[in-house]
């Protein structure tokens, strides 16, 4: 059999389109069928794909599938900077009005690019993780995405694994 040069770089590239497009599928089915109602239960959705994979375009993709919700895309660094302000002015409230105040009882928050802003800060990943398990206590569906999210943030998985593992779902590319 004769092959040339590229021939291996093409079967990767074409490895790696096939992975793309069955994360997207498994991405997409499942956000189609969140329930984003204040009467059921609320989920926890862990979107962990490298760059590129289309994490962004599939929630705007579900936003605008779900556009009579009310669905609060944020991220990192903003949720980050309101437990920073929150800590400075109500050390005492911060964890039950963080998310809560951010979402304005939204149906749904999304937070992009978990992994870049709390890599390596164990206290801040678990805050952060506390207020997410606190708006999801006031039927506030969460969406969370980034790279590597177990290995690089792994303080936030786990707190929130402890209580909400039965709701989570965790789509790894």
């Known amino acids: 059999m004769f092959c ?3 021939q ?6 074409l490895l790696v389109r096939c992975r793309k497009a069955l994360w997207r599928v498994r991405t997409n089915h499942h956000l189609k069928n969140i329930k984003l109602d204040r009467n059921t239960s609320p989920t926890l959705t862990v979107l962990d794909a490298p ?4 994490k962004t375009y599939a929630l705007h993709k579900f936003s605008e599938i779900n556009k009579n919700k009310k669905i609060k895309i944020l991220s990192c660094e903003s949720v980050v900077d309101r437990l920073i302000e929150c800590i400075q002015k109500q050390p ?27 890599a390596g800060k164990q206290t801040t ?15 506030t569906s969460i969406v969370v995405t980034g790279i ?16 909400w593992a039965y709701s989570t779902t965790y789509i790894k590319a």
């Open 148 to 163: 590597n999210i177990k290995e690089r943030v792994p303080y936030f998985y786990n707190t929130i694994m402890r209580r």
């Open 125 to 139: 990943q678990e805050e952060v993780a506390i207020a997410v398990m606190r708006a999801m206590d006031s039927n």
């Open 92 to 118: 005492t409230a911060l964890r039950t009005n963080l998310l809560r105040n951010l979402s304005d009882n939204s149906d749904c928050i999304i937070i992009e690019d978990i992994d870049i802003v709390l």
């Open 51 to 54: 760059s590129a994979y289309g």
């Open 8 to 13: 291996n770089q093409h079967d990767t590239s």
């Open 4 to 6: 040339l040069g590229n």
